[in-house]
């Protein structure tokens, strides 16, 4: 369920990313924000979303953990 959420952000921010990459993102975002554990972490998250603040900061999350990925995988090939 929680997963939908992230889909829903990604789409919006026009991200498409293979099934194991956004779990390991859910899982990196929920722990960066604090939300782990948390009985209705589907729920935080799309008010997180709703929040202009928030969203602002997920946002950079995300774009900021893309560009680590890319760096990853281009010393991954070299």
């Given at each position: 369920?929680?997963?939908?959420?992230?889909?829903?952000?990604?789409n919006?921010m026009?991200?498409?990313?293979?099934?194991?990459?956004?779990?390991?993102?859910?899982?990196?975002?929920?722990?960066?924000?604090?939300?782990?554990?948390?009985?209705?972490?589907?729920?935080?998250?799309?008010?997180?979303?709703?929040?202009?603040?928030?969203?602002?900061?997920?946002?950079?999350?995300?774009?900021?953990?893309?560009?680590?990925?890319?760096?990853?995988?281009?010393?991954?090939?070299?």
């Amino acid at each position: 369920m929680s997963l939908l959420v992230l889909d829903f952000i990604l789409n919006n921010m026009r991200i498409w990313l293979s099934e194991n990459e956004k779990r390991q993102l859910y899982n990196e975002l929920i722990s960066y924000f604090g939300i782990v554990g948390a009985m209705n972490e589907c729920k935080i998250l799309e008010d997180a979303w709703r929040d202009p603040f928030y969203r602002y900061e997920i946002e950079n999350f995300i774009k900021s953990w893309l560009r680590k990925r890319r760096k990853e995988t281009i010393e991954i090939y070299r």
